[in-house]
T-cell receptor, first 113, second 107 residues
Framework: EPEVTQTPSHQVTQMGQEVILRCVPISNHLYFYWYRQILGQKVEFLVSFYNNEISEKSEIFDDQFSVERPDGSNFTLKIRSTKLEDSAMYFC???????????FGPGTRLTVL | KNEVEQSPQNLTAQEGEFITINCSYSVGISALHWLQQHPGGGIVSLFMLSSGKKKHGRLIATINIQEKHSSLHITASHPRDSAVYICAVHNTDKLIFGTGTRLQVFP
């Protein structure tokens, strides 16, 4: 059964460093999402992406964040200069239709020291 | 005030019990999702519904659009049902999540 994959599973970085989180969505899916979950808190929407552009983003998704689909298979989230408060689990999700069941990746745990 | 509220926050049950988790929302939605988050963190979609009722095995989800309320029922609960159950609403092009209900089912 096709699944969404994410790498790395755990990333540790120093404050101020850039990180890139990678996701491979399910191959025939067209809508892509990034969410984050700070430890002990609820899941929060970051950004949605369709047709090679951002369709919606949250207040969290400021100028330090960017997304890209560089090669038609990968979907990346870049944080330019990480802060301590960026420490969280980051989930990628994809779906074939705009309003449809979303398939989540296993997450990347980001720890900023 | 949260746009998506779930109750209860925590729930313990004996194996075999019937379980209900409730979700209320205050925003316009195009669909509502019930998700399951395992202790390891992974998130699995259980249901997406925009009206009426859906059933998968021992799980039943209902939604009342007029009341802005949904329920997730688990019949004949089992210890393997222990997880966090999350209600999320589809609003414009994003999901808005509830805080989740932590369910523990004891043998």
């Amino acid at each position: 059964e096709p699944e969404v994959t994410q790498t790395p599973s755990h990333q540790v970085t120093q404050m101020g460093q850039e990180v890139i989180l990678r996701c491979v969505p399910i191959s025939n899916h067209l809508y892509f999402y990034w969410y984050r979950q700070i430890l002990g808190q609820k899941v929060e929407f970051l950004v949605s992406f369709y047709n090679n552009e951002i369709s919606e983003k949250s207040e969290i998704f400021d100028d330090q964040f960017s997304v890209e689909r560089p090669d038609g298979s990968n979907f990346t989230l870049k944080i330019r200069s990480t802060k301590l408060e960026d420490s969280a689990m980051y989930f990628c999700a994809s779906t074939r239709l705009a309003i449809n069941e979303q398939f989540f990746g296993p997450g990347t745990r980001l720890t900023v020291l | 005030k949260n746009e998506v509220e779930q109750s209860p926050q925590n729930l313990t049950a004996q194996e075999g019990e019937f379980i209900t988790i409730n979700c209320s929302y205050s925003v316009g939605i195009s669909a509502l999702h019930w998700l399951q988050q395992h202790p390891g963190g992974g998130i699995v979609s259980l249901f997406m519904l925009s009206s009426g009722k859906k059933k998968h095995g021992r799980l039943i989800a209902t939604i009342n659009i007029q009341e802005k309320h949904s329920s997730l029922h688990i019949t004949a609960s089992h210890p393997r049902d222990s997880a966090v159950y999350i209600c999320a609403v589809h609003n414009t092009d994003k999901l808005i999540f509830g805080t989740g209900t932590r369910l523990q089912v004891f043998p």
